[in-house]
């Protein structure tokens, strides 16, 4: 029997990382409690370089690997979580790459203040995309061309680039699952459902579909 190719997750970690933006992507692919689709994945951490970086809430990570030592490959993940510091000169580097993975196929997720620097860097000029606000992005990247391009919903998918708000944490991560292929389509539906509505009748449907 041949065994399923495993692609990679790559978690981007730039200093300030907003730890709860990406909590239920690497919690549910480390832990692969509910993981039951076709997709099969290993999480990696990369940053700009070698460096550890401080999470906004205080937490050190250490990168697995350097981004520019990547091999990225058709079906890879590319999560790159809000922080503080995306407007530094130190990320031009991994923003360069970007039009190449989504040219690859490589599914690059991008949410909060990571979506700020995509805006500046032009990636967004002529993809559907959202933000936290449209006329923030406008003021914040004097050279953003994107606007009619602009989604006024806390997450937008436009082929193999996911843009989210700070604000939709778990929309963000549900479609990144979903283009994963990690859940079943059951297994996912109850799985946000029950973060969605915090109703309990969603942990037994969500615990039904693994069987």
Known sequence: MLLKEKRVCYLYVPHTLADWEIGFITSE?????FLS???HYDLKTVGAGPESITTM????????????TID???GDVLILPGAD???????DGLLKMLPDLLEKNVIVAAICG???ALARSGVLDDRSHTSNDRDYLKMI????RGSSCYVDEPVCVDGNLITASGFASLEFSYEVFKKMNVMNDDTLEAWYKLYQTKEAGYFVHLLESLR
Not at 29 to 33: A, P
Not at 141 to 144: K, L, V
């Open 29 to 33: 692919l480390n832990s692969k409690r």
């Open 37 to 39: 689709g076709p997709g």
């Open 57 to 68: 809430g205080g937490i050190i990570i250490t990168p697995q690997e350097s981004i520019e």
């Open 72 to 74: 990225f490959r058709d």
């Open 85 to 91: 510091t995306w407007m530094e000169k130190t990320h």
């Open 114 to 116: 990571a979506t700020f």
């Open 141 to 144: 990247c004097p050279g953003y």
